[in-house]
């Protein structure tokens, strides 16, 4: 009833809420998309997407939709794999910001694992900038990280906003200079925070620095300061700082997939690389809206 081929770009049209960017990412014509995503509502009979020339967003059918596309889409690539004989095998180097792994990233490795225990998988958790220099020296795979929006390299898992939060009891004294909470450099985060305050000439002062996320929610649940936060990945125990507290905007930010290009990678490696992007792709927008438990 329903074709693979217009689920996966229903779930990137959901995933991105862009008809454009989930175009760039399947590698096809925005018309294609939107002829997919047609004849899918065509089959299912419902709407799923309300859409502008502003804005898209998913209906309750667009909801409801997305965990059968999931479910759909996993079952066909089990069926496909195992009769075809090309089952992912190999080493996989895969790095991750802490973001994603606080999330439910670790529900989708675990299912990776299960479906391909071929796979010796090597997990490094780091800043984002230092994956991407990790990246480029060859010492990875695939990688899931943070980047500035509209740079040309890198496989769109979705799109999201900075936002400023901290703890719910936390005053602000717009006549002090603003305490921070951040990651060391080179985070992007960080490096975001700094540059919207000083072009905006907001006064500013770092109260905590950690690479660990951990470390920085406890921070900011115990009133240090605000952090730049993902706006769809918020932990729990803190909230967004309203707009009456007068700070700056802070901008969108892309999460993407990167592929390794180094000399030791081999067909194994390139194929447990893509079998986890799709698995990572497919699970996209519940990684998103997942808050870190702690």
């Known amino acids: 009833m329903f074709e693979p081929a217009h689920l996966r770009t229903f779930l990137a049209v959901a995933q991105t809420l862009s008809f454009t960017q989930a175009a760039h990412r399947l590698g096809l014509?925005?018309?294609?998309?939107?002829?997919?995503?047609r004849?899918?509502?065509?089959?299912?009979?419902?709407?799923?997407?309300?859409r502008d020339t502003h804005s898209v967003s998913l209906t309750e059918d667009g909801e409801a939709m997305l965990g059968f596309a999931r479910t759909i889409l996993e079952a066909n690539e089990r069926a496909a794999s195992w009769f075809a004989g090309t089952r992912p095998r190999g080493r996989l180097r895969f790095?991750?910001?802490?973001?994603?792994?606080?999330?439910?990233?670790?529900?989708?490795?675990e299912s990776?694992?299960?479906?391909?225990?071929?796979?010796?998988?090597?997990?490094?958790?780091?800043?984002?900038?230092?994956?991407?220099?990790?990246?480029?020296?060859?010492?990875?795979?695939?990688?899931?990280?943070?980047?500035?929006?509209h740079q040309p390299h890198g496989r769109l898992v979705w799109r999201d906003r900075l936002v400023w939060i901290g703890g719910e009891r936390l005053r602000l004294?717009?006549?002090?200079?603003?305490?921070?909470?951040?990651?060391?450099?080179?985070?992007?985060?960080?490096?975001?925070a700094l540059e919207v305050l000083e072009?905006?000439?907001?006064?500013?002062?770092?109260?905590?620095?950690?690479?660990?996320?951990?470390?920085?929610?406890?921070?900011?649940r115990a009133g240090l300061g605000v952090m730049a936060h993902t706006h769809g990945m918020i932990p729990p125990g803190l909230v967004r700082i309203p707009a009456r507290a007068g700070l700056p905007e802070l901008g969108g930010i892309d999460v993407v997939l990167l592929y390794g290009t180094g000399p030791g990678r081999d067909d194994a490696s390139r194929g447990s690389a893509e079998a986890l992007?799709?698995?990572?792709?497919?699970?996209?927008?519940?990684?998103?809206?997942?808050?870190?438990p702690g």
């Open 39 to 50: 004849r899918l509502e065509g089959a299912a009979g419902r709407q799923l997407f309300v």
């Open 199 to 220: 072009r905006h000439g907001r006064p500013w002062r770092v109260a905590c620095t950690s690479r660990s996320l951990n470390g920085l929610v406890a921070a900011a």
């Open 277 to 292: 992007a799709r698995a990572i792709l497919a699970a996209g927008d519940r990684l998103h809206t997942a808050a870190a």
């Open 112 to 149: 990776f694992r299960r479906e391909h225990p071929e796979v010796e998988l090597e997990l490094t958790v780091d800043l984002s900038e230092t994956l991407h220099e990790q990246l480029a020296a060859g010492r990875f795979d695939l990688v899931l990280v943070k980047r500035h929006p």
């Open 29 to 37: 014509r925005q018309s294609t998309v939107s002829q997919q995503v």
């Open 95 to 109: 790095g991750a910001s802490e973001d994603f792994v606080l999330t439910r990233l670790p529900e989708v490795l």
């Open 173 to 192: 004294d717009a006549h002090r200079p603003l305490p921070l909470v951040a990651f060391p450099p080179p985070a992007v985060t960080r490096a975001r």
